[in-house]
C-alpha cells in the first residue's frame, strides 16, 4: 500500500510555504509520496476576481514540486467533484492501493465546520493539520475541534497513521513559514502570466495539463 498525503487548495499560486510543510509533513507521517489537490474551483472561495486559470496554478505547482515526492493533480477536476467529501470519497475507491491522509492548515480547521459534510471528511480518512501562527487558538476553540477532539492522537505516533481507525486527527508542528499566496499575488499580481503549460502533464493521471 502506497503511504499517500493529500492536500488541497487553490495554489493560487504555490509557492514556497506549500512545498516545505509538504517535506515536514511527508518526514512526519513517513509518507511515500504528497498529491498537491489543485482545485478547480474552491465552493468558500467563489467569485474571487484574483483566481488564476486552473492550467496556470497547475504549473506553478508543478515548478514548485521539483524533485521531491509531491505530485501536482488537478483530478477533482476529472473526478466532477465540487467538495472535499466528494473528492476523497471518489480516490478512495479509485485508488485500492493507496493509505490516504487528509492534510490540512489550522486556518482550514478553524473554518472546517463551514464545509459540506465535514465529518464525512473525517470519517472516510484520518486528517493531519498543520500548525500556523495565528490559527492555533481559533482552530482549537472551532466548533468542528469540540467533535474530533476526542479523536485527537499523539504527533510522536504520527507514523502509524495508517493504523488508526477514523475518525483520527494529528496536530503537526514544524518551524513557522511566514509564505503565503496572497503575498505572492501583493508582489506579482500577473505572476501567472510568465508560467507556461505546453508539455506539462497531470502528476497523477497522465493527462496533459487542462
Known amino acids: 500500500m502506497i503511504r499517500t498525503g493529500l492536500l488541497g487548495g487553490s495554489f493560487n499560486p504555490a ?11 511527508i518526514r512526519a507521517l513517513g509518507l511515500d509520496e504528497m498529491w498537491w489537490l489543485v482545485s478547480p474551483g474552491n465552493p468558500l472561495k467563489e467569485g474571487a476576481r484574483d ?13 514548485q ?4 515526492r509531491i505530485r501536482p493533480t488537478a483530478i477533482e477536476q476529472q473526478l466532477g467533484t465540487r467538495y472535499t467529501a466528494d473528492t ?3 480516490l478512495v475507491r479509485r485508488f485500492p492501493d493507496h493509505h490516504f491522509i487528509w492534510l490540512m492548515g489550522a486556518d482550514n480547521l478553524a473554518q472546517f465546520h463551514h464545509w459540506q459534510r465535514w ?3 473525517a470519517r472516510t480518512m484520518p486528517i493531519a493539520v498543520i500548525a500556523r501562527p495565528g490559527y492555533d487558538g481559533r482552530a482549537l476553540r ?3 475541534m469540540g467533535w474530533l477532539r476526542r479523536f485527537v492522537r499523539r504527533p510522536s505516533h504520527a507514523k502509524q497513521w495508517t493504523m488508526w481507525s477514523s475518525p483520527a486527527l494529528v496536530l503537526l508542528r514544524f518551524r513557522p513559514d511566514p509564505s503565503s499566496a496572497t503575498q ?3 508582489i506579482r499580481p500577473d505572476w501567472h502570466s510568465s ?16
Request: no cysteine.
Open 15 to 25: 509557492h514556497g510555504g506549500h512545498r516545505r510543510i509538504s517535506l515536514e509533513a
Open 119 to 121: 465529518r464525512e471528511i
Open 142 to 144: 472551532a466548533p468542528a
Open 88 to 90: 476523497l470519497r471518489k
Open 65 to 68: 514540486a521539483r524533485g521531491g
Open 51 to 63: 483566481m488564476a486559470p486552473l492550467a496556470a496554478r497547475l504549473a506553478s505547482a508543478h515548478a
Open 195 to 210: 508560467l507556461t503549460t505546453r508539455g506539462l502533464r497531470d502528476r497523477v493521471s497522465r493527462r496533459p495539463l487542462p
Open 184 to 186: 505572492v499575488r501583493a
